[in-house]
């Protein structure tokens, strides 16, 4: 027999031929038709970015193809498919910088991140990849506005909208941060009036609040889209005038109409006519000009000075009967609620200041512990914990919460009360004044009005523009491509134009997920038999940077398609985990603070395997952890040591495959298979790799088998995917690790073996405690402390030394 030396573990070598054989066998393809146990492994699909893929993707990614390879080896047909979200403002504002158009910019990105994403080993189908950018894909973007627009749910309407005057274009309001432009921080946004396209994702509000409450998703990510819906109960109380004119005001406060000490009116309120006196009027008129010319750009709330005016009338607060001023001005919008406001400038941080420069009464009507009713007020103090109600007759006393519940109904019955629901959310405006995005399938005809496109000329190609720049008119630029503006009418064929807006990114990631098992479909945008046999998801994992965006946005979207019949669910995702995130050195990576990572260098440097596994093992995978690069070697090491193993099995006297295992050795291998079991699938993924090495080193002590690495190789394969092939094929095997069976535990067995320890008190047998074999010292010793029979000896001190022999003995030196 030839010597054999044991090669060292080569991963470069390792990864390219396994990545070749994956790619020639169809590893990772998936019977999408003839697949019994149907398991949808989704992960957030990329922009791809001129930078390539971030650190971050792959930490998001690798997690989710950890469970995804989990899932195939414990017997599910797993679909893991991946994609591009290539169209937006992130695109275009790069491709404007580097002076290169995105038409072509794109698809090198595209292909970057292609390759990036099949070095570090996901076990994606790419048969079934898609990319939003692409007319076969964006055609049925465009069909969903269709069918949303059919049933009323797409709506033209002139609105108050974001407008962002560096992007040049609206934003929806998730998209603005304090006032402030997502993308751009130092840019204000303002408000601008422009006809826009919107979904009615208001319709859907309750139905997405009730079933997120049962939804199987991360609890954080519930937390922040339930806020950011935002249901708030309130009511609809009513002042009147003495002329008898009702003025409604919606408020989340009622128990504070005893501090409400005037009104205000936004500028255009219907009301404000008639209610002004005759020598208040020409104030009142010059200050409705000032608005009204403001409107265009910006009524902005904040730090700005509070302006308004009296209009020399007066209603009656409902609950003290008191005549209270009303005024006008800029901070109440007709958009909101009534369009009138009950000020209680006691609790209200505008309302206060607002008082304070008009010189208006301030009461206070919430006194927290160790105020008073005389206590001053120094600001509003709109949050009083443990509140109760002071200056507010028939009611001192009484907690905020119960006096809101019982003022709404005392004037209710009174008549000047309505308890109402408001939410925070909004319509979703889609419309979007910019050029790289799927174009809004409407033409405009004289003659006939709005005229959808019909669905046998889709796509809409978004043409070629040499110059695609936005500019501040707010009408996109597609209205400079002239041959493809001007269009027949498709009803009475006279001349006719084309809706020159695109839509908003976040409607082409809000139904990919459907698109996936269709992909290589032109006929239809998702399958029916197909859509019923893999969705809902069975499991998404991605950010929770998109808690309010993208998931919710897919989640109406499902809901529409479900009750326009094209799909058979309400939810698209079973389940969904928000990962956490990795920084470095402790703070956030950016390109400012110079300390991103670069994955490919990672790569490069260690193997794909070796890093996958070290980003696992940084913390818990939903809380994320702090990268440093001094722990990675400690990965390879360990790597290098389950090669080690399987050489020495590989390699043995065939004997010594057949030589049964020690019992103890037995027993770590069932523990083993059941902690890492139980932590990959609860995405858990620092601990599993942890008890994965405990395991080796447990093994090198002894003498391996076959039947004791085998398992161990199966385990490690949804970490270490390339590697696990490798020992696979040296333990004798001719098909993929993936197609193998996950390892099974014998929970009995899984169970530690028990041994029988001496406690002993200065050097006198004292008792006897069965621990767990491998028990460490300080365990042991507060066992032995804790046991009755010997604390009538210790006398509750402390030993001062200890004398510990493992699995045997505790000397307690008292
Ligand atoms: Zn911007
Ligand atoms: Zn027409």
């Known amino acids: 027999m030839p010597e054999r030396t044991p090669l060292a573990y080569d991963p470069h070598g390792v990864e390219l031929k396994w990545q070749r054989r994956w790619e020639e066998r169809g590893t990772n393809r998936t019977d999408l038709k003839g697949a019994a146990h149907p398991f949808f492994n989704l992960m957030m699909f990329p922009y791809p ?43 275009e504002n790069y491709a404007l910088k580097v002076g290169t158009h995105p038409a072509e910019l794109i698809p090198r990105n595209i292909e970057r991140f292609r390759d990036q994403l099949q070095r570090i080993g996901l076990m994606a189908d790419w048969r079934y990849e898609v990319q939003t950018t692409d007319p076969r894909y964006y055609k049925w973007t465009q069909w969903i506005f269709l069918q949303l627009y059919r049933a009323g749910l797409a709506v033209k309407r002139r609105a108050a909208v974001n407008w962002c005057p560096a992007c040049k274009t609206v934003l929806a309001n998730e998209q603005v941060i304090g006032g402030f432009c997502e993308r751009h921080p130092d840019t204000r946004v303002e408000q601008r009036m422009l006809d826009q396209w919107f979904f009615t994702i208001t319709r859907y509000t309750e139905r997405l609040l009730d079933s997120l409450a049962r939804a199987d998703w991360s609890h954080s990510t519930k937390t922040i889209q339930a806020n950011w819906i935002g249901r708030s109960e309130g009511a609809e109380l009513v002042f009147e005038t003495p002329g008898g004119k009702r003025i409604p005001v919606f408020t989340t406060r009622p128990d504070t109409v005893f501090g409400a000490t005037y009104l205000v009116l936004a500028p255009e309120h219907p ?32 730090e700005k000075a509070k302006t308004g005016v009296f209009i020399g009338s007066y209603a009656r607060n409902p609950a003290t009967g008191a005549s209270v001023p009303i005024w006008i001005a800029d901070y109440v919008l007709m958009e909101y609620g009534t369009g009138a406001i009950m000020a209680v400038p006691g609790h209200d941080q505008r309302d206060f200041e607002f008082a304070v420069v008009m010189q208006l009464p301030i009461v206070r009507v919430v006194a927290g512990p160790g105020q008073t009713a005389g206590t001053p007020l120094a600001a509003a103090e709109p949050d009083v914990p443990g509140g109760r109600l002071v200056n507010s007759p028939g009611y ?28 925070r959310l909004h319509d979703w405006c889609i419309s979007r004044q910019r050029y790289w995005g799927p174009p809004i399938p409407i033409i405009y005809c004289d003659g006939c009005g709005t005229v959808p496109v019909p669905e046998r000329d889709l ?42 807006d695109v839509s908003d990114t976040f409607l082409d990631s809000a139904w990919y997920f459907l698109r996936y098992p269709s992909a290589d479909r032109d006929d239809v945008p998702f399958d029916r038999e197909l859509t019923a046999k893999w969705l809902p998801v069975s499991s998404y994992i991605g950010g929770n940077e998109h808690a309010v965006l993208h998931l919710m946005y897919a989640r109406f979207i499902t809901m529409a398609l479900k009750d326009l019949g094209f799909v058979p669910f309400d939810e698209p995702f079973a389940r969904f985990r928000a990962h956490g995130t990795i920084v470095k050195d402790g703070a956030k990576m950016s390109k400012s603070r110079g300390n991103v990572v670069n994955p490919d260098r990672y790569v490069e440097q260690w193997g794909a395997d070796t890093f996958r596994m070290y980003l696992m093992f940084l913390g818990p995978y939903q809380e994320g952890g702090d990268f440093r ?56 993924y620092n601990t599993a790799i942890a008890a994965m090495m405990e395991y080796v080193n447990t093994l090198r002590d002894g003498s391996p ?31 993929s ?40 010292q300080d365990a042991a010793v507060k066992a032995a ?28 030196v008292i």
């Open 629 to 684: 690069d001094a722990g990675i070697s400690g990965i390879r090491r360990f790597l290098d040591k389950v090669w080690l193993l399987v050489d020495a099995v590989a390699a043995g006297p065939t004997t010594a495959t057949r030589t049964a295992a020690a019992p103890e050795l037995v027993r770590a291998m069932h523990r083993t298979t059941q902690k890492v079991t139980a932590d990959t699938s609860s995405l858990a």
């Open 705 to 735: 088998t076959s039947d004791l690495v085998e398992p161990l190789v199966v385990l490690l394969a949804p970490y270490a995917p390339h590697f696990a092939e490798e020992c696979w094929e040296r333990l004798g095997h001719t098909t």
């Open 737 to 776: 690790v993936m197609d193998a069976s996950w390892p099974s535990f014998d929970p009995a067995l899984a169970v530690a073996e028990e041994v029988e320890f001496v406690v002993q008190v200065n050097g006198k047998v004292r008792g006897r405690l069965r621990l767990a074999r491998g028990t460490g």
């Open 396 to 423: 001192d006393g009484v907690a905020w919460e119960e006096g809101k519940r019982a003022i709404t109904q005392a004037l209710a019955a009174r008549g000047f009360a309505t308890p109402t629901v408001n939410y």
């Open 49 to 91: 970015s001129a930078e390539g893929l971030h650190v971050g993707n792959v930490f998001a990614f690798v997690g989710a193809d950890i469970q995804g390879r989990f899932r195939r080896l414990a017997g599910d047909d797993v679909f893991e498919p991946l994609g591009f979200d290539a169209f937006g403002i992130h695109s």
């Open 785 to 812: 402390l804790a046991d009755p029979a010997v604390r009538r000896f210790t006398d509750g001190k402390q030993p001062r030394k200890v004398i510990f022999v493992p699995d045997r003995l505790v000397n307690l």
């Open 459 to 500: 796509p809409v190609v978004l043409p070629a523009l040499e110059d695609f720049r936005p500019d501040d008119s707010g009408v996109s630029p597609l209205a400079r491509a002239a041959s493809w503006y001007r269009v027949p009418c498709p009803s009475c064929g006279k001349p006719a134009r084309r809706e020159t």
């Open 271 to 302: 009301l404000v006519s008639d209610l002004t006196t005759a020598e208040r009027r020409a104030d009142v008129s010059a200050y409705r000009r000032t608005v009204a010319a403001m409107d265009l750009v910006t009524r902005k709330v904040g």
